[in-house]
């Protein structure tokens, strides 16, 4: 495939990825501070249906970002490789597992010590994520050469 779609695919996918996690995050907070429980219900509802998109997105994301890493070697393709290695741990095992849960709670009213235990973590291992992933967004224009990085002095 020519390395320009790639480009695109990698840099579309990745920017779609953190938008769907910016809009979990800030909707649950959003409804949690000021919704009442149909819109918390709605809410936890829409970030499961989200995750259908989320996976997928993430897949190509890092499919595009290995095929256009080749064989290099240089740091930030590893800090990058390295931060996806976080962000994917982060959401198989935490992020993945907490919506469900919170959504199975909150269809059934459970708005208990369960619930606000779980979305605690879901909130901080989500902001840990959107970190990541701009983070990795950022070194991505740099390596493109759209950011220039600063020179040491
Ligand atoms: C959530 C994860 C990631 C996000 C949000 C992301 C985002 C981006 C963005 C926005 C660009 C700039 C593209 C452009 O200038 O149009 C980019 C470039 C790049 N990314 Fe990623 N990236 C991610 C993960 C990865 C991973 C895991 C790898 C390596 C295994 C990787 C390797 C690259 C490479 C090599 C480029 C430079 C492409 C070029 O211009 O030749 N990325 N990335």
């Not at 390395?3 to 909707?27: D, E």
């Not at 907070?29 to 996976?55: F, N, S």
């Amino acid at each position: 495939m020519d390395r320009k779609v790639l480009v695109r695919m990698h840099a579309g996918f990745g920017t779609l990825a953190l938008l769907l996690i910016l809009s979990f995050f800030t909707s649950t907070v959003v409804v949690e501070l000021q919704g009442d429980i149909t819109q918390i219900q709605m809410v936890k509802r829409y970030i499961v249906y989200g995750i259908g998109l989320l996976a997928p997105a993430m897949a190509v994301t890092g499919f595009t970002g290995t095929k256009l890493s080749g064989k290099s070697r240089a740091r930030l393709i590893q800090q990058k490789k390295n931060r996806m290695k976080r962000i994917m741990m982060l959401g198989v095992a935490v992020l993945i597992p907490a919506a469900f849960l919170l959504n199975y709670l909150a269809q059934f009213n459970a708005f208990g010590m369960l619930f606000y235990s779980v979305q605690a973590v879901e909130l901080v291992a989500g902001a840990a994520n959107i970190f990541l992933m701009g983070l990795n967004m950022k070194e991505g224009f740099m390596l493109s050469g759209r950011i220039i990085r600063k020179q040491k002095a």
